[in-house]
């Protein structure tokens, strides 16, 4: 038996007519750049969201960009972050001028401690970017606690989480600004490069706006230096075809998760931690095995997609070398990056192909 870690062909058998149906609209139109249905998805993720504004980004870097772009970051500032997260979340603090200041990871959510927060503040702190890594979101309360305390802006970099709840409230819509991302390995995935940004600020909506347009209001004069950070519509058009089917994709996807939680039960594999404060979209289903490299190798071999998110943290990589840190400096960080691997949890995956998986991983570590 085969099983890939994302099958996205068996999700566009499923929608194919209305997305070609959808992008041969956009086409037609020759409204390539904007109009309706960017507006359409816009109102409709900031709905989703609890929110009352989104704005379109190029992707979901662009959307962290644009939001910390729009916060006036750069040199001289500090943003706090979590280094156990995608690239993106500290290539957009770095490009701004600034400097990530990181703080370690809880070892059961993987997300950013809040416990260790407060201790990494300096007058130079201006925001903070939690991340909701593999669709659960952050321990948001005393995160908004300690930002709000320090007057510093929290950014959620919700790329893997967009619907997921902590206490009731919908990720993007606790923090000053959400970022999603549509790239299509995400819960709601185009057919190419998205992201979007959702806030309940009005003023800092118009930035964002603003910023997205090279920074241009009225057009051809520039208060602000912004970028092209724009949503192309037939991004849109595939998405909003994609929408209405997100929450049971979601739920499909819960219960792929509660499948193998069942089944890994009494084993020694440690399955994914859900704070009973959230409800995750699992948008990645993260075990934690010893010797998980040849774990990886077996799998591999019996053609099983599964994927290490992420092997590095940040503050290793080579390209932050001069930041100074070194190996121990963020010790829950680095023990994830060693253990976790991530096993196939899309919506479509059959119930024999999860079987097949979570008997291959039993048989190797018995
Ligand atoms: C995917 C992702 C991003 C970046 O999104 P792109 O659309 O690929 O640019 C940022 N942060 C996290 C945590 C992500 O998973």
């Known amino acids: 038996m085969e099983v ?22 956009v086409l037609e139109s020759q409204r390539c750049i904007g109009g309706p249905k960017v507006t359409e998805l816009e109102e409709k993720i900031a709905a989703i969201s609890d929110c009352r504004f989104a704005v379109g980004a190029s992707s979901g870097t662009d959307a962290i960009l644009n939001s910390l772009m729009s916060l006036d970051i750069g040199a001289g500032d500090e943003v706090i972050t979590t280094p156990f997260t995608f690239f993106a979340t500290v290539g957009c603090i770095t490009r701004t001028g600034a400097k990530p200041i990181f703080v370690d990871i809880d070892a ?16 130079k702190t201006k925001a ?12 948001m309360d005393p995160i908004m606690e300690i930002a709000n305390k320090h007057d510093l802006a929290v950014i959620e970099d919700a790329a893997q989480s967009i619907t997921s709840t902590y206490k009731g409230r919908k990720a993007g819509s606790i923090g000053k600004a959400g970022c999603f991302s549509f790239f299509p390995s995400k819960n ?33 004069y520039h208060k602000y230096i912004g970028g092209n950070f724009r949503l192309d519509p037939i991004q849109a058009a595939a998405l909003l075809v994609k929408l209405p089917h997100l929450d049971e994709w979601s739920e499909a996807r819960r219960r792929n998760a509660a499948n193998y939680d069942k089944k890994f039960s009494g084993t020694i594999v ?12 699992f948008n990645q289903y993260v075990i934690r095995v010893p010797r998980r490299d040849e774990v990886m190798a077996h799998l591999r071999e019996n053609k099983i997609g599964c994927e290490v998110y992420y092997p590095i943290p940040a503050h290793l990589q ?49």
């Open 270 to 281: 440690q399955t994914p931690y859900i704070s009973p404060d959230c409800v995750s979209i």
């Open 108 to 123: 059961k959510t993987f997300n950013i401690n809040p416990e260790l927060i407060e201790s990494a503040v300096t007058e």
């Open 188 to 220: 709601l995935g185009g057919i190419g490069d998205g992201g979007m940004i959702v806030t309940n600020d009005e003023q800092f909506y118009n930035r964002l706006f603003i910023m997205r347009n090279h920074g241009s209001k009225p057009k051809y």
């Open 128 to 139: 903070i970017i939690p991340v909701h890594l593999f669709g659960q979101m952050s321990d």
């Open 318 to 366: 080579e390209c932050f070398k001069y930041l100074g840190h070194k190996e121990g400096d963020m010790p829950e960080s680095e023990k994830a990056a060693k253990e976790v691997i991530a096993l196939p949890v899309y919506p479509e995956l059959r119930e024999e192909q999860l079987q097949y998986v979570a008997s291959k991983i039993e048989e190797f570590v018995g």
């Open 4 to 25: 890939p870690l994302l099958d996205l062909k068996a999700q566009y058998a499923t929608i194919k007519d209305e997305v070609l149906a959808a992008v041969s609209e």
